[in-house]
T-cell receptor, first 114, second 111 residues
Framework: DTAVSQTPKYLVTQMGNDKSIKCEQN?????MYWYKQDSKKFLKIMFS???????INETVPNRFSPKSPDKAHLNLHINSLELGDSAVYFC?????FGSGETQYFGPGTRLLVL | RKEVEQDPGPFNVPEGATVAFNCTYS??????FFWYRQDCRKEPKLLMS???SGNEDGRFTAQLNRASQYISLLIRDSKLSDSATYLC????????????FGKGTKLSVKP
């Protein structure tokens, strides 16, 4: 009965490769997010989708492209991976996009770029 | 000034101690405030929302001072299981779920 799930949990890859991370939520929420937590532990929002529409797009290289096939899924595709992309990527969801909504996080995907 | 600043850690306290975390935020138009907890190598989880009137949940008390742009979290009677990193979280102005996370303060409760 996992609420927010991500795959894969770990991802080790070479520089220059393209990879995808998948996220699914079974909470019936309308809004989903991608966050990056770097080695200094700062957690920063990257993207947010509400009912499959992009509503937040922070300053993120365009090598990162989110895709939301339906409101229960938000995938993250990363092209031409760089060393600096190594981080933990968390998916999250909330009932809607109001600022007071609780966000529920997935377990994270640990990406290591060699 | 950073958008959300927290006490530098780590805080090492004995079981049963009372510990207080402080947080300041820069955007006076922020509307929503939270404390999240993140265990080592785990995802953040909501601990509690923070309201202007202050709120309490068991051993945890959160306070908000909008005039000073200051948020606090008090943990009474610390348990070993309270060991984690506590993240102060603030919404951006006109936010659509756009939350700003502090770097977090690590708490270690020792027997």
């Amino acid at each position: 009965d996992t609420a927010v799930s991500q795959t894969p949990k770990y991802l080790v890859t070479q520089m220059g490769n393209d990879k995808s991370i998948k996220c699914e939520q079974n909470l019936g929420h309308d809004t989903m997010y991608w966050y990056k937590q770097d080695s200094k532990k700062f957690l920063k929002i990257m993207f947010s989708y509400n009912n499959k529409e992009l509503i937040i797009n922070e300053t993120v290289p365009n090598r990162f492209s989110p895709k939301s096939p339906d409101k229960a899924h938000l995938n993250l595709h990363i092209n031409s991976l760089e060393l600096g992309d190594s981080a933990v990527y968390f998916c999250a969801s909330s009932q809607d996009f109001g600022s007071g909504e609780t966000q529920y996080f997935g377990p994270g995907t640990r990406l290591l770029v060699l | 000034r950073k958008e959300v600043e927290q006490d530098p850690g780590p805080f090492n306290v004995p079981e049963g101690a009372t510990v207080a975390f402080n947080c300041t935020y820069s955007n006076s138009a922020s509307q929503s405030f939270f404390w999240y907890r993140q265990d080592c190598r785990k995802e953040p989880k909501l601990l509690m929302s923070v309201y202007s009137s202050g709120n309490e949940d068991g051993r945890f008390t959160a306070q908000l001072n909008r005039a000073s742009q200051y948020i606090s979290l008090l943990i009474r009677d610390s348990k070993l299981s309270d060991s984690a990193t506590y993240l102060c979280v603030v919404s951006r102005e006109g936010s659509q779920g756009n939350l700003i996370f502090g770097k977090g303060t690590k708490l270690s409760v020792k027997p």
